[in-house]
């Protein structure tokens, strides 16, 4: 319901307004029957006349922290419905979604805030950070190993890999509005927080280590450089360490500048690899020199293009340890998405910029490859007098270096510096410049390390912002206008540097290739997870994908990361899978509509449902309480005690019946229903919690066991507490308690009642709690901070409230906590399927009651006694239940002591009917008060109440000490014993007793000894 200010009545929400503007006035009425209401002003639609409703409009659909628009909430069920609308003061509009981290308001630090579209964003982005030093210095190598047939495979599996990768990420992204984030966001808004918290830690850290590996390579070179010139500052290694640093200092100051200055220096980077990359081109083309040709540069020849087509594997090297060094130069594809907060739309500029990025690096790299096969020989020696002399053999690895003059024999005997497989500079000696090559090899390599480096930080702010590690939540905090990670941009510096002073990557780079490749396999499996799950809200704009295509994508993924490398991999598989558990453990407390989610309701409508189509065999049999408690806090005894009985294993519905008008009782079943289901998932009871309004407490009870549960999987078994008030209490209220009981016989639910001499209902305590803490929310401050000490001053209200009631506090909780060594004594009078024996004897399979052994009574014929006993150990030996004793009571007719009885006619006394003239007055008599008890009654059933006050003497006798007490609940006929009587007969069966379980099952057997 809409919340009035307190300042004059102005609406809190705009939303119901035509434009979204002024908020509407509302209208004071008042009802003859003095109660004030106020109506919602109508406002003229499309329709023609004044309505409430509104037309389907965007806003109503936005999140509350929607950047991109106002969020409005329509006119709620109730307004329309009831026309009518009651103020109230309670908390924000039904028509409001519960808030959660994606919902929460961000920061409006977005005006003036850089954006860019799919080519600056993303293909840009791509194609920098795919085309490394791979494209300059392995390529020809790859090439030389696997000739240009096989090395189209290489370069057409990996494009495979990467090109089904980006398909479902382009269906991910277009499945609604894509933030900051990246991979993290894509996997953790569609398998949920468990695998993103997992992946997306990896993957930033991935990130920052990619950083210190393409900045080891830049300096590689340039220490190459220097030694070609014999110019080395102290030593070759930490030469790379310093210039490795200098540079991700200058590479740092670039992104800190923002994400403008970074992007133009993406351009810069870029325009340089092109012009090295059409240099090489235009390289091949150029007649071979001399020089060129005793490197083994012959230009386009036919004959040359087709020795190298078959392979020439050396050194061991195999197809798939080429691939595997090949690989990693087609990564990259998410340099775009891992900026997604900073697009202008995600939605459409990441699956085109990818997409395309793959075909154009895809093209690029074939070609490159395709032109220096049909160039450059295997092997050369560089000599330039190594020409072909009539009467000297000829026969080296390359026939066609022979036809062209030039003989490279001597590479047979010993190594060669020269052609595809010896010389990793092949790109510079083939192109028209040299020079532009060094270039292109220092803007690939500086290009993916400035990507990496703003990828890291925005990647880890996203998953800082959403609170999955807590220890963590120090980097989320963005600065300026583009809400920069500065924080996250030292962590990555620091991260990069240190592993820049180890010099050698070699190791860390297989790792890093695994965790990039990680991400790629859950990207596709969540698209396959998501398409899988059929979820209505699973509607992406991209439609050119498969699910059974994303499946293989990701099992390729899985399969390269072994091919690359082994040991790695698990490496990789193993923390994934510890960040998993510890995610999984810590339970962050977020609601992403991920498809893990939908997956588990479809499987558990599946179950359901094939659960219906199998009969119920006694050997399944568990009991499934439906467990009238008023609010799952009410009755935490009864609650604690039917958690036990089910546990992990069986269904336990928490119940409440709310009585009164449903117009009154509505918004609080409604509020109640979530909050109720939160604490009894945050105080970890496996259980559900249903209410239901209706006009008496019988009948909603009535509605609970009818209606309650699905299939197969509904409830056998009621649990309600005794009613000890019942003296006290209306006529009513008693009448409709009994009822319940009799309805539970009547649907064949097996019936158990608790009774505790005292905390069985703290819903006093519970209430007076909540006005409590409403006190002090009501103090909070204006603007909606809270006043100081707050917390402390709740806390030490709610301390108060335990001082005072502190033995009913213990004692609500006491099944709770480890029950003391003892017994759990079983009166097992009447058969009733076995539920009363079958009940305590799950109680001692809990850790909770480990230490309580089971003792049985049962009631026998004086001179039978060890005939019975025998008989009984028998059975239970049969049903494989274990007592520690086995008592026959055999003087259960035996009349109760007569204080005893005074005590029970004592209680019944003023529910009695006095029969003082017959006839007439009798009968009129029984008419006006049918629930009383008439003398008639009581010498009918005179042996049974005698009964009740018999068996309250032996319990007295033989099981006063016992930690809990389960007994045979007796059954009242309808229509003959009246509801007083039942009520004193259960009051002195159970009087000043330890707790006490009274239990009917149904008379179905629920135990079996057969197999």
């Not at 494209?135 to 096989?150: D, E, M, N, P, T």
């Not at 150029?286 to 020439?312: C, Q, R, V, W």
């Not at 509801?979 to 008379?1003: E, Q, S, V």
Request: charged share 20%; net charge neutral.
């Amino acid at each position: 319901m809409e919340r009035l200010k307190a300042n004059g009545g102005g609406h809190v929400n705009s939303a119901f307004d035509s434009n979204l503007g002024d908020p509407p006035i509302y209208e004071e009425t008042e009802f003859s029957n003095n109660e004030h209401r106020t109506v919602r002003p109508s406002v003229m639609s499309a329709f023609g006349h004044d309505t409430l409703d509104r037309v389907p409009n965007i806003n109503f659909y936005r999140n509350a922290g929607s950047v991109s628009g106002h969020r409005a909430v329509r006119p709620s069920l109730q307004e329309l419905h009831d026309v009518f609308q009651k103020v109230n003061d309670g908390e924000g509009s039904e028509g409001t979604p519960s808030d959660d981290l994606e919902s929460a308001a961000p920061i409006d630090v977005d005006k003036g805030a850089v954006k860019f579209g799919w080519i600056r964003g993303v293909l840009v982005r791509c194609m920098l950070n795919i085309w490394g030093v791979m494209l300059f210095i392995r390529l020809s190598w790859v090439f030389g190993q696997a000739g240009w047939g096989l090395g189209i495979v290489v370069i057409a599996l990996s494009c495979v890999v990467t090109t089904i990768t980006g398909l479902s990420m382009s269906a991910i992204c277009t499945n609604g509005v894509v933030r900051g984030g990246g991979a993290y966001y894509l996997i953790s808004r569609s398998l949920g927080p468990e695998f993103g918290g997992s992946i997306g830690l990896i993957f930033a850290f991935a990130n920052a280590v990619a950083v210190a590996m393409y900045v080891v390579g830049f300096a590689e070179t340039v220490v190459d450089l220097l030694k070609e010139y014999a110019d080395l500052m102290v030593d070759e290694m930490n030469d790379i360490r310093i210039i490795g640093c200098i540079t991700v200092v200058l590479l740092l100051g670039i992104s800190v500048a923002g994400m403008e200055w970074e992007a133009k220096a993406q351009i810069v980077l870029l325009v340089i690899l092109l012009v090295a990359i059409v240099n090489m081109f235009v390289g091949t083309a150029i007649p071979a020199t001399e020089d060129k040709k005793s490197k083994g540069f012959f230009g386009y020849n036919t004959k040359l293009f087709m020795e190298n087509f078959t392979p020439d594997f050396r050194d061991g090297e195999t197809f798939f340890s080429v691939f595997a060094i090949f690989f990693p130069a087609a990564t990259g594809i998410l340099a775009g998405a891992n900026i997604s907060g900073d697009l202008r739309d995600a939605q459409a500029a990441i699956p085109k910029g990818t997409l395309l990025a793959i075909f154009i690096t895809g093209i690029t790299y074939l070609g490159v490859a395709l032109c220096v096969a049909g160039t450059v020989v295997r092997d050369a020696t560089g000599n330039m007098t190594d020409l072909v002399t009539p009467g000297v053999p000829c026969n080296g690895s390359s026939v066609i270096a022979c036809e062209l003059g030039y003989n490279f024999s001597s590479c047979e005997t010993e190594p060669c510096k020269f052609g595809l497989m010896n010389n990793f500079q092949v790109m510079t000696m083939v192109s028209g410049f040299g020079p532009l090559i060094t270039a292109g090899t220092f803007s690939a390599t500086l290009s993916s390390a400035l990507a990496s480096l703003v990828s890291a930080p925005k990647v880890f702010q996203a998953l800082c912002k959403d609170n999955i590690y807590k220890a963590l939540h120090f980097f989320a905090k963005g600065h300026g206008k583009n809400n920069e990670p500065i924080r996250g941009y030292v962590l990555t510096f620091v991260i990069s540097v240190a592993f820049i002073l180890i010099g050698d990557l070699n190791t860390i780079a297989p790792i890093i290739s695994n965790f990039f490749l990680a991400s790629y396999a859950l990207i596709n499996f969540s698209c396959f997870h998501a398409s899988y799950a059929k979820s209505p809200g699973w509607r992406p704009a991209y439609k050119y994908y498969n699910m059974w295509l994303s499946l293989v994508g990701a099992l390729l993924c899985c399969v390269v990361m072994f091919v690359i490398n082994w040991w790695a991999a698990l490496l990789t598989y193993g923390i994934e899978i510890l960040l998993y558990i510890y995610v999984t453990v810590k339970k962050p407390n977020v609601n992403w509509g991920s498809s893990t989610q939908a997956v588990s309701f479809v499987s558990a409508v599946s179950n359901a449902l094939s659960l219906s189509g199998v009969e119920d065999h006694v050997k399944n049999f568990r009991p499934q309480i439906l467990v009238l408690t008023g609010s799952a806090r009410a009755r935490p005894a009864l609650l604690d005690l039917a958690h036990s009985f089910t546990k992990n294993y069986g269904l336990c519905l928490s119940c409440d019946v709310l009585v009164g008008p449903r117009s009154a009782i509505m918004p609080e079943m409604n509020n109640g229903m979530e909050k109720n289901q939160m604490w009894l998932n945050k105080n970890k009871r496996k259980a559900f919690f249903a209410a239901v309004a209706c006009d008496n407490f019988r009948e909603g009870a009535e509605t609970l066991l009818q209606a309650s549960g699905l299939g197969r999987m509904k409830p056998n078994t009621l649990m309600i507490g005794f009613k000890r008030n019942w003296r006290t209490a209306e006529t009513k209220a008693v009448q409709s308690y009994v009822g319940i009981l009799h309805d539970a016989f009547d649907f064949e639910y097996g019936t158990v009642v608790l009774r505790m001499n005292q905390a069985l209902d703290v819903s006093h305590l519970v209430e007076e709690e909540a006005k409590e803490q409403q006190a002090l929310d009501n103090e909070m401050l204006p603007n909606g901070g809270k006043t100081k000490g707050l917390f402390r001053k709740s806390r030490h209200s709610s301390q108060q409230i335990a001082k005072m009631n502190e033995k009913l506090v213990e004692a609500s909780g006491q099944f709770k906590k480890k029950q003391p060594k003892g017994t759990i004594d079983v009166w097992w009078l009447f058969d009733d399927g076995g539920l009363t024996l079958l009940l305590p004897y799950i109680l001692t399979t809990r850790k909770k009651w480990k230490d309580c052994k089971l003792r049985i009574f049962i009631a026998g014929q004086p001179g039978r006694t060890e005939i019975d006993k025998e008989e009984m150990r028998s059975l239970l030996h049969k049903f494989r239940i274990k007592s520690s004793d086995i008592t026959v009571i055999d003087d259960i007719h035996i009349k109760p002591r007569n204080d005893n009885i005074k005590k029970l006619e004592d209680m019944i006394e003023p529910y009695r009917l006095r029969e003082g003239s017959k006839g007439r007055d009798q009968a009129a008599g029984i008419q006006e008060y049918p629930w009383k008890i008439t003398d008639a009654e009581l010498s009918s059933f005179e042996e049974k109440t005698h009964l009740q006050v018999r068996l309250n003497e032996l319990l007295q006798e033989h099981s006063k000490s016992a930690n809990l007490i389960v007994l045979s609940l007796p059954i009242a006929r309808k229509g003959s014993i009246s509801d007083f009587l039942y009520m004193a007969w259960l009051d002195i069966l159970t009087k000043d007793l330890p707790p006490t379980l009274l239990i009917r099952g149904n008379h179905k057997s629920v135990l079996t000894f057969y197999s």
